[in-house]
């Protein structure tokens, strides 16, 4: 039987692993559901404004439904702190830059209020900061095949891509990628499992592969 609504400023705020600054927002509690509207926060050197409920009528299937606007966020930070990126985007952990988002979130949680992955659905749209990836074992592997060290530590202009949460997987629609020597287009999906697949078509001028590569393709040519 409780209707409770609070306007609500909080210095700081610390709820499991995460550490916010500077929260204003309007909470609201009726009929077994927390709502929130425009609470906004410093977060992760950057700000996140989220909306939504956490609906508890059924406590063995507890859900949420959210609306967020991230802005600046640092991507390692987000890694070592979001669940969510780790399942969903591991590269993030050999990433370097900032990132911005707007996004709906639904899902049911389990009994340790961690999202069901498979129950998930929403999308939204991503964009970036200048990227720095390095270290990453397929970039590394593509880079030897093709005697192009410049994979092994890309530095790609901004990124700005769409998603969309369906059957466990998030889905990515193509978006461009553009590095000083080439650019391109990639597409594809993660799984909540960590499994990928993506397509990634890439133009390299020939003058940018070293001479032991250019050998392979004009042999490939002539045959």
């Not at 700081?12 to 927390?34: A, H, P, S, T």
């Not at 993030?92 to 899902?107: I, R, V």
């Not at 749209?125 to 880079?143: P, R």
């Not at 287009?185 to 890439?202: C, H, P, R, V």
């Amino acid at each position: 039987n409780i209707d409770f609504q609070l306007n609500s400023t909080f210095d700081k705020l610390i709820y499991d692993q995460y550490e916010m600054e500077n929260v204003n927002g309007k909470l609201g509690i009726k009929d077994k559901r927390l709502t929130i509207k425009n609470l906004s926060m410093n977060i992760l050197d950057g700000e996140m404004v989220v909306s939504g409920e956490y609906n508890a009528a059924d406590l063995d299937r507890p859900e949420f439904d959210f609306d967020l606007n991230i802005s600046n966020i640092d991507i390692q930070k987000a890694y070592n702190t979001f669940g969510i990126m780790e399942k969903y985007a591991p590269i993030a952990n050999k990433t370097q830059g900032k990132f911005s988002s707007q996004l709906n979130m639904k899902s049911i949680l389990d009994q340790s209020m961690m999202p069901i992955y498979e129950s998930m659905t929403g999308g939204g749209k991503l964009e970036t900061t200048a990227l720095g990836i390095q270290d990453v074992n397929t970039l590394d592997k593509i880079a030897d095949a093709l005697k192009y060290e410049p994979l092994k530590n890309l530095v790609i202009d901004k990124v700005s891509l769409k998603f969309e949460f369906v059957d466990g997987k998030i889905l990515v629609e193509p978006f461009d990628i553009k590095q000083k020597n080439f650019n391109g287009k990639m597409a594809g999906w993660t799984a909540f499992d960590q499994s990928i697949n993506y397509t990634m078509n890439l133009n390299i001028p020939r003058a940018s592969f070293g001479k032991e590569a250019n050998n392979v393709l004009n042999n490939l040519v002539s045959q």
